[in-house]
C-alpha cells in the first residue's frame, strides 16, 4: 500500500506562529490532499496538490509536493486557536478521490 | 459539494450486539466508502460501497462482519457485527461526487464497545 507517513505526529505552538506538518508516500500518485479532523469529528477538505504541481496556496495554507522524494509539506501562517485540529495527508492512485490512502496524522495543538 | 448526514453520531453497545450505522447523501453518487478510524489513529479503508453490486472489501475487513447496504444512490448503511471492544473506533462514510477529486465525509459515528 502506499500509507502515508507525517511527522511530527503532534506540535505545538503559540497563537500567531506557522505551523509545518510533512507528510511522505511510497508509490506514484495523482493527487495529494490535506484534510484536517476536529476532536474525532468528519474530515474537511483542506487543499489538494496534481503530482505535477509543486506548491499551492489557499489562504493561510501552503502545500508543496516534491514527487522526486515522494513527500509533500503543509503549512499554516499565522495560526489561530481555531487551528487547533489533527491534519492527515491523503493520497489516491489512478481514480480520482476513490480509495484515498491517509497518512498518520499531526496533532496540532495552539496555544493562546 | 455533497452533505452527508450520518448516524448515530456516538453509540456504547454492549459486546456481542451489533449496530447499524447509516449514512445519507443530498446527491446521487456512485460509490460510497466507509472508514474506521481506531484511538488516536489515522483512517482506513474498510469497503466501496456500489449501488446494484455487493461491496468491495479491503484486506482485514469480511462481509460477515461489516456488512454493507447500498439499496440506492443516496443511501448506505453499516452494521458492525458481533461487536468486542476491540471495535471501538470512529466510523465514517465519504463519498466522492463525479467531476470532484475532494472526497466528503460525514460526521463520523464514536462507537465504544463495553
Known amino acids: 500500500s502506499q500509507q502515508g507517513e507525517e511527522d511530527p505526529q503532534a506540535l505545538s505552538i503559540q497563537e500567531g506562529e506557522n505551523a509545518t506538518m510533512n507528510c511522505s508516500y511510497k508509490t506514484s500518485i495523482n493527487n495529494l490532499q490535506w484534510y484536517r479532523q476536529n476532536s474525532g469529528r468528519g474530515l474537511v477538505h483542506l487543499i489538494l496538490?496534481?503530482?505535477?504541481?509543486r506548491e499551492k496556496h489557499s489562504g493561510r495554507l501552503r502545500v508543496t509536493l516534491d514527487t522526486s522524494k515522494k513527500s509533500s509539506s503543509l503549512l499554516i501562517t499565522a495560526s489561530r486557536a481555531a487551528d487547533t485540529a489533527s491534519y492527515f495527508c491523503a493520497t489516491d492512485g489512478s481514480q480520482g478521490a476513490q480509495k484515498l490512502v491517509f497518512g498518520q496524522g499531526t496533532r496540532l495543538t495552539i496555544n493562546p | 459539494s455533497a452533505v452527508i448526514s450520518q448516524k448515530p453520531s456516538r453509540d456504547i453497545c454492549q459486546r456481542g450486539t451489533s449496530l447499524t450505522i447509516q449514512c445519507q447523501v443530498d446527491?446521487?453518487?456512485?460509490?460510497m466508502f466507509w472508514y474506521r478510524q481506531q484511538p488516536g489513529q489515522s483512517l482506513t479503508l474498510i469497503a466501496t460501497a456500489n449501488q446494484g453490486s455487493e461491496a468491495t472489501y479491503e484486506s482485514g475487513f469480511v462481509i460477515d462482519k461489516f456488512p454493507i447496504s447500498r439499496p440506492n444512490l443516496t443511501f448506505s448503511t453499516l452494521t458492525v457485527s458481533n461487536m468486542s471492544p476491540e471495535d471501538s473506533s470512529i466510523y465514517l462514510c465519504s463519498v466522492d461526487p463525479a467531476g470532484r477529486t475532494e472526497a466528503f465525509f460525514g460526521q463520523g459515528t464514536r462507537l465504544t464497545v463495553v
Open positions: 446527491s446521487q453518487v456512485t460509490m
Open positions: 496538490i496534481r503530482s505535477n504541481e
